[in-house]
């Protein structure tokens, strides 16, 4: 059972990376997907999260509009794209996987860096 965060990495202002959460090992289709991030010195917060059909999502209020979460069940994958990056989107990135039925069940990934620098 893992989540494998991929596509981090150093970007300009105003520039864009796509971040991908590959799950395995459980059945991610009955699962919220979420990405956190924690910057340095600061607590680990929510940025988006996905319903297990892909039909709703959440943002945090700093992101709306630039970032998209989604997901695709067929892959086990869920993706966050972050457009027009500022420095405070700095951050380690991290997958999460949830789900509250049948069972309760909390999954994290290792995280990957975004560093948002000229």
């Known amino acids: 059972v893992q989540l494998v965060e991929s596509g981090g990495g150093l970007v300009q202002p105003g520039g864009s990376l796509r971040l991908s959460c590959a799950a395995s090992?459980?059945?991610?289709?009955?699962?919220?997907g979420s990405w956190y991030r924690q910057a340095p010195e600061k607590e680990r917060v929510l940025v988006a999260r996905?319903?297990?059909?892909?039909?709703?999502?959440v943002f945090l209020d700093s992101v709306k509009g630039r970032f998209t979460i989604s997901r695709d069940n067929a892959k086990k994958t869920v993706y966050l794209q972050m457009n027009s990056l500022k420095p405070e989107d700095t951050a380690m990135y991290y997958c999460?996987?949830?789900?509250?039925?049948?069972?309760?069940?909390?999954?994290w990934g290792r995280g990957t860096k975004v560093t948002v620098s000229s």
């Open positions: 999460n996987a949830d789900r509250i039925q049948p069972s309760s069940d909390n999954l």
């Open positions: 090992g459980f059945t991610f289709s009955g699962y919220h």
């Open positions: 996905i319903t297990p059909a892909g039909r709703t999502t």
